[in-house]
């Protein structure tokens, strides 16, 4: 069983920065797969990026390549999302994801069992 805490997050001028943090409880949390997916208002909920177990691999949506970047610390149980260049179709809210299928780096939601309660970023333009 993990338990995702998610904070940061907020209003923001376009190409402005910001950073993510998703706290996870549990000792086995370094076994776990961690991503980031958002939903804007009236759209699916989409893969952002993910990061390997280790934290040696990541895996990016064309959208934010470049702009976007996720790193953990397995000590802290802790995984960071940082935005920078946001732009206004950045605004969304971003949930924080774990998945035991540390063979892959998957963008589809159905193999991320846990789920952190979503935080809301807003790119005024």
């Known amino acids: 069983q993990v338990q995702l805490v998610q904070s940061g997050g907020g209003l923001v001028q376009a190409g402005g920065s910001l950073r993510l943090s998703c706290a996870a409880s549990g000792r086995t949390f370094s076994r776990y797969v961690l991503a980031w997916f958002r939903q804007a208002p009236g759209k699916e909920r989409e893969f952002v990026v993910a990061i390997s177990s280790s934290g040696a691999s990541t895996k990016y949506a064309d959208s934010v390549k470049d702009r976007f970047s996720l790193s953990r610390d397995n000590a802290k149980n802790t995984v960071y999302l940082q935005m920078n260049s946001l732009k206004p179709e950045d605004t969304a809210v971003y949930y924080c994801?774990?998945?035991?299928?540390?063979?892959?780096?998957?963008?589809?939601?159905?193999?991320?069992?846990?789920w952190g309660q979503g935080t809301q970023v807003t790119v005024s333009s």
């Open positions: 994801a774990a998945s035991p299928r540390s063979w892959t780096l998957s963008p589809a939601r159905e193999v991320y069992e846990y």
